[in-house]
């Protein structure tokens, strides 16, 4: 597969275009028909697909190394604990973090926002206290907040977007108190695609001595990230979002704070001693890893950053927004179509309505059709109270998407409008 990557990337350069048909290829499900109609895939924000080199990374290990990683003298546990611990470097590098201490694997970008709440926050909150986020949120970067004010008496605060789906940044600096004990944000709102300003919230955080998490669940797939160069002080993201299994996601956090908190849950593997008297905690990371972890899914998101790597993350992303502009175009010219989420910055992400069609209407019309697209509220409806919708469809392209994809997107559309006509 990566040389199936390394010829797409090759492609790109010699056209200055990014290959997707040939990157399409690479993902079997794609090639099945849905409803007798070729499938066009347009859910990929909610989960994107697997290539195959996910697919047979994934199988290696489990025809080839599996045993219990960590605690095993023989050469299969210890296989298993270098290709686990290998994919923990690789995320590393995929982050730009500084130490594979400050990468813990969880289920997902939910768990590890979960684990900052209850492990970092809540030992920090006190009554008056307050957490930040911004009306974008995804519901795991709202709850989690919720469960630990309401255990603590701080206060959830939420920072305002204007009409096109930005945030309001200004807003967002004057809640900045020193009540406030950390700023959580998405990096790309699932919901709207608005890319936010996170490198100027966390300057304007920490100038004020503010830790910042990023939730950025919507955004490794589409640019990627740094967090040395973003300077956040944690990052969470979930492997389905970028072409690796799911039950495997990641937590960066700075290894200075990591060694602070508490450990959130506690089992085997998390610990260095136990009598009944107490435990003593293991070193970083696994002091936040407590039970058998996910090894196969770990070497499934090692696999998909491989992939994305070959592939370009630039050129994905550039292919994307032209996608993204394509079909934006093309939406503007159905009567009745009214795009939520204008952010001038955004991720390739659609979020339309149409007048006299209910969304789930629209999303049953479309899978007649072979189009797979969401709708709903995107677990994110406060959102949807800001716009004043119940529910959005929302198209969102990958780097499999092709043009063929956006013109099938539309043509479907027409065709909903004339049954509701
Ligand atoms: N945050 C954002 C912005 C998301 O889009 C999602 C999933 O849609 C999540 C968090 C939660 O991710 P997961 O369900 O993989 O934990």
């Known amino acids: 597969m990566a040389t199936a990557a390394a010829t797409a990337t090759a492609a790109a350069l010699a056209t200055g275009r990014f290959d997707a048909a040939r990157a399409r290829a690479d993902f079997p499900i794609l090639a099945r028909e849905v409803n007798g109609r070729p499938l066009v895939y347009l859910d990929s924000a909610a989960s994107a697909q ?35 611990e290998g ?89 900045l108190s020193p009540r406030t004990k950390l700023v959580a944000t998405a990096h790309v709102s699932n919901a709207l695609g608005t890319v936010l300003p996170v490198k100027q919230i966390v300057a304007a955080a920490h100038a004020r001595g503010i830790p910042v998490l990023l939730d950025g ?56 001693s136990v009598t009944f008297e107490g435990s003593t905690w293991n070193d970083l990371p696994w002091k936040f890893e407590a ?6 899914g770990a070497v499934g998101l090692a696999a998909a950053i491989d992939y994305l790597e070959g592939l370009g993350p630039q050129a994905v992303h550039a292919h994307e927004q032209r996608l993204l502009a394509k079909a934006t175009a093309a939406a503007l010219e159905i009567p009745g179509l009214r795009i939520i989420g204008t952010a001038s910055d955004k991720a390739a992400v659609l979020s339309f309505t149409i007048e006299g069609i209910h969304p789930h209407d629209l999303g049953t019309i479309l899978d007649h059709e072979g189009v797979a697209i969401r709708t709903g509220h995107h677990c994110a409806m406060p ?12 198209a969102s392209f990958a780097c499999y998407n092709v043009d063929g994809d956006v013109d099938r997107l539309i043509a479907a559309l027409h065709a909903a409008r004339e049954v509701f006509a």
């Not at 206060?155 to 930005?166: K, N, Q």
């Not at 959102?383 to 929302?394: E, H, I, L, Q, S």
């Open 50 to 84: 697997r290539p195959r080199a996910v697919i047979a990374a994934v199988d290696h290990y489990e025809t080839h190394l599996h045993a219990n990683v960590h605690r095993g003298v023989h050469t299969l546990s210890q296989a298993a604990t270098e290709a686990f």
């Open 87 to 175: 994919a923990r470097e690789r995320v590393r590098r995929f982050l730009n973090a500084r130490s594979t201490k400050e990468i813990i694997f969880t289920r997902g970008t939910t768990e590890a926002i979960n684990l900052v709440a209850q492990s970092y926050a809540r030992p920090h909150l006190a009554p008056g206290d307050e957490i930040l986020v911004t009306w974008l949120e995804h519901h795991a970067n709202i709850v989690p907040w919720q469960m630990v004010c309401a255990a603590t008496g701080a206060t959830l605060r939420v920072a305002p977007i204007d009409e096109r789906g930005e945030l309001r940044f200004d807003e967002f600096q004057a809640l």
């Open 217 to 272: 669940a919507q955004a490794v797939a589409h640019g990627g990230a740094d967090v040395q160069a973003l300077d956040c002080d944690f990052y969470a993201f979930s492997g389905h979002k970028l072409y690796g299994p799911t039950g495997i996601g990641m937590l960066y956090g700075r290894e200075a704070l990591l060694r602070e908190m508490p450990p959130w849950q506690g089992g085997g593997d998390m610990i260095l």
């Open 291 to 296: 039970g058998t972890p996910n090894m196969s």
């Open 383 to 394: 959102v949807m109270d800001f716009f004043k919708v119940a529910a959005t469809a929302r």
